[in-house]
């Protein structure tokens, strides 16, 4: 498939409000329901790349950086950044809103990766995603440095293989 699809026609916005059953003993949204909401905004910007199913092949990096509270509106963000084969990174930031104290803050951010599936689950090529704006060209030439990461840190490549980790880890194969 050698169609182009655009990091903008993936952007989902799902709005959340952190109710009594979402919390934990300190009135704080529970982490697994926040992980549930970013997996559930994630897939459909991943199906919205590709429009196929998709499933979920990681969650890299989920950060806690500020506690969401009981009656907090929560905003999820998510769009897709990169397209590989059958495979896509999803990058997801995570706001909470005091509706009252009119105080709003960002959260959480996270990259997400799925593949896209056809009925029998196996992989199928998807579009390639050509990013427009700055953030979306910083996030898309990034990607493939974490797609390496992501494979190394699982055993699925050879540390030596990941050509755009090199320069990170001042890795020099040819001594």
Known sequence: MSTKKFAKDSVTIMTEMVLPNDTNTLNNLMGGKLMHWMDVVAAIAAQKHSNRIVVTASADSISFKEPINLGNVVTLRSQVTRAFNS??????????????????????RAFFTFVAVDHNSKPVRIPDL???????IELFEGALRRRQLRLVLAKRMKPEDAVELRSIFNLDITK
């Open 87 to 108: 495979s896509m990174e999803v990058f997801i930031e995570v706001t909470a809103e005091d509706i009252p104290a009119s105080k709003k803050i960002m959260t959480h």
């Open 130 to 136: 050509e990013p427009e704006t700055p953030e979306e």
